[in-house]
């Protein structure tokens, strides 16, 4: 059983940055890929990035490419994700999880351990 916990969001003005992280918890927890979602409004929860289990393959969406940054501290059994140049786009709640393997995934089926979500708002 694999128990993840984010946090991070917040307001910030277009342009700046933000650095969510998700904590999770289990002997194993490092063994899991580690992937990030989001949900806006009105739209369907969307794929926003993946790291390999232990590190070292990423995936990202391509709205997403060149300004944000997933990464890992497997001491730390926590997943990160650097987000730079937000947009107002980016406003959503953004979610991590775990698929039941140590490969990247994009597709939210492949994923059972969910977050609660941290709010990230984007003023233009």
């Known amino acids: 059983q694999l128990q993840l916990v984010a946090s991070g969001g917040g307001l910030v003005q277009a342009g700046g940055s933000l650095r969510p992280s998700c904590a999770a918890s289990?002997?194993?927890?490092?063994?899991?890929?580690m992937g990030w979602f989001r949900q806006s409004p009105g739209k369907e929860r969307e794929f926003v990035a993946a790291?390999?289990?232990?590190?070292?393959?990423?995936l990202y969406a391509d709205s997403v490419k060149g300004r944000f940054t997933i990464s890992r501290d497997n001491a730390k059994n926590t997943v990160y994700l650097q987000m730079n140049s937000l947009k107002s786009e980016d406003t959503a709640v953004y979610y991590c999880?775990?698929?039941?393997?140590?490969?990247?995934?994009?597709?939210?089926?492949?994923?059972?351990?969910w977050g609660q979500g941290t709010q990230v708002t984007v003023s233009s």
């Open positions: 999880a775990a698929p039941t393997t140590s490969l990247t995934q994009t597709r939210e089926s492949e994923y059972r351990y």
């Open positions: 289990g002997r194993t927890a490092s063994h899991y890929a």
């Open positions: 790291i390999r289990g232990g590190g070292g393959h990423r």
